[in-house]
């Protein structure tokens, strides 16, 4: 019994990091499944990781804004060989100075040994001191749209500091984020699509402003349908305005706060970011 339960959960994640693999655009209703023994296993193993395997820093601006973060370097790097960079970007809950409340779910996913022994790369978490996107009302939409604070220039002078210092391949610069960190991840393709080579937003509110700065850009919108915090409608609007380089998984009864099940943690989201490469 224990057997056949855990090949037909093994096959529910295969089927749902396939079709977002053949996939690389359109919009997709993804049914949720049942929240497992096995599934809170793998949330618990990824959650436990420790801390300390991300280096601790602090970087400051051009604006003289001082921005804590963590680095993950990948533990057995090969001469002249260059490594993806993944930035990871935390909800309001993680705002602060105390760098280490950002090292939530997503960023130690990346870190796991089981994903770096597949995709090795180099991981930042950086902390904001403030909120990274404000929400304000679109008035022709009549929706929710985002707009990205300083502090958001000061991690991408961050990104160009470890650009010139690490082994880091410059195609292959990738920017993932949850609740407020979703919105920054649109924020920041939008502000420097010539630096991203795809991105990944979890439940946010997205920017409109600037969708054909973004029609080269992969992105993978997911959102809970029964989201109330981050109504799912702004995301339905820019998926609408995108230039069809947008996957949009919208998953049935998910709210804002239990999305992270094993539909897309394990292999999903790096293998489909890590396919991605700039031309």
């Known amino acids: 019994m224990t057997r ?26 993804i049914e949720n499944t049942a929240d497992t023994t096995f599934s809170k296993q793998s949330v618990l193993k990824i959650k436990s ?11 400051t601006g051009n604006d003289k804004i001082e921005i804590k973060y963590r680095l993950f370097k990948p533990k057995k790097q090969k001469n002249n060989k260059k490594y993806p960079l993944v930035v990871l970007f935390h909800g309001s809950g993680a705002v602060g100075t105390d760098n280490k409340s950002q090292l939530g779910i997503l960023a130690k996913l990346f870190a796991v040994p089981d994903i770096q022994e597949k995709y090795p790369a180099y991981i930042l978490a950086p902390q904001f001191p403030t909120r ?23 991690v991408f002078q961050l990104i160009d500091s ?9 195609k292959r610069i990738y920017v993932i984020g949850f609740s407020m960190g979703g919105s920054t991840v649109i924020n920041s393709l939008a502000a420097k699509p010539e630096l991203f080579a795809a991105g990944i937003s979890i439940s ?24 109330t915090e981050n109504p799912i409608n702004s995301d339905e609007q820019f998926y609408r305005e995108s230039d069809k380089n947008v996957l949009f998984w919208k998953l049935k009864a998910t709210a804002h706060d239990n999305i992270f099940t094993s539909q897309i ?15």
């Open 132 to 154: 990274s996107s404000d929400y304000q009302k679109d008035t022709k939409r009549n929706l929710l749209s985002s707009t990205s604070r300083p502090c958001l220039t000061t």
């Open 265 to 279: 943690l394990e292999e999903t989201l790096p293998k489909w970011l890590f396919a991605q490469r700039k031309k």
């Open 204 to 227: 946010g509110i997205p920017q409109f402003d600037k969708t054909q700065e973004l029609k080269n850009t992969p992105i993978w919108l997911i959102h809970g349908i029964d989201d």
């Open 162 to 170: 470890l650009k010139s210092n690490l082994n880091i391949d410059h």
């Open 4 to 29: 056949l339960f855990l090949v037909a959960l093994a096959s529910i994640t295969l089927l749902a990091s396939c079709s977002a693999n053949k996939k690389q655009s359109g919009e997709f209703t």
């Open 49 to 59: 990781l420790d801390n300390a395997v991300f280096d601790a820093a602090t970087f």
